[in-house]
């Protein structure tokens, strides 16, 4: 069985870094492009980015480019995604999807809650 | 970017019911559109990829139809557990954009 099992949530400070987790199994991690999607509370989806875990090779969207770092290690099937400056504006869901081979988003991560506050 | 836009924004329907939900794109993007459901504390669900295509699992009730830029997912006879958040999300463009989204509520 696919699954993606993502880091527990997080309580940060402005200014803070973190580094979220996403841990595929039941498939070949290094052959699928994962991406990252955050929904803010009570909004819709934001697509932020994507990697190839076999090559690291990275995309991201305009609007995360250079807020956020995306990277895999193959060798632990795990995915993640992080920040090196937190702002309160950073609170929301994080989601880890894998894409299928139709470019569709076919298993989604639990989510990660990420509550960025003085 | 691409921009996608769903209505309506909330759609009230009595279970039973056909429940009708639009989606219009900003550019083409061939068939390269995706719907998804997300129920209050879940991920998002993939329901429908390829424009048409039925994930895995995903019951006959749900189709989509549509031309162009525009596309309409139809889910034929209410079930409860339809009750949800329903996105669509162009991928033949970068960056992929989701819709806003549209909430199928209980009348």
């Known amino acids: 069985e696919v699954q993606l099992a993502q880091s527990g949530a997080e309580l940060k400070k402005p200014g803070e870094s973190l580094k979220i987790s996403c841990k595929g199994s039941g498939y070949s991690f290094p052959s699928y492009w994962i991406a990252w999607v955050r929904q803010m509370p009570g909004e819709g989806l934001e697509w932020m980015g994507i990697?190839?875990?076999?090559?690291?090779?990275?995309k991201y969207s305009p609007s995360f480019q250079g807020h956020v770092t995306i990277s895999a290690d193959k060798s632990i099937s795990t995915a993640y995604l992080q920040w090196r400056s937190l702002k309160a504006s950073d609170t929301g869901i994080y989601y880890c999807?894998?894409?299928?081979?139709?470019?569709?988003?076919?298993?989604w991560g639990q989510g990660t809650l990420v509550t960025v506050s003085s | 970017e691409t921009v996608m836009t769903q209505s309506p924004d909330t759609l009230s329907v009595s279970p039973g019911e056909r429940a009708t939900l639009t989606c219009r794109a900003s550019q083409k993007f061939g068939s390269n559109l995706a719907w998804y459901q997300q129920k209050p504390g879940q991920a998002p669900r993939l329901l429908i990829y390829g424009a048409s295509t039925r994930a895995t699992g995903i019951p006959a009730r749900f189709s989509v139809s549509g031309s162009g830029t525009e596309r309409t997912l139809t889910i034929s006879s209410l079930q409860s557990e339809d009750f949800a958040v329903y996105y669509c999300?162009?991928?033949?463009?970068?960056?992929?954009?989701f819709g806003q989204g549209t909430k199928v509520e209980i009348k």
């Open positions: 999807a894998r894409r299928s081979p139709a470019l569709a988003s076919d298993y």
């Open positions: 999300q162009q991928y033949n463009n970068w960056p992929p954009t």
């Open positions: 990697i190839h875990p076999d090559d690291s090779e990275t």
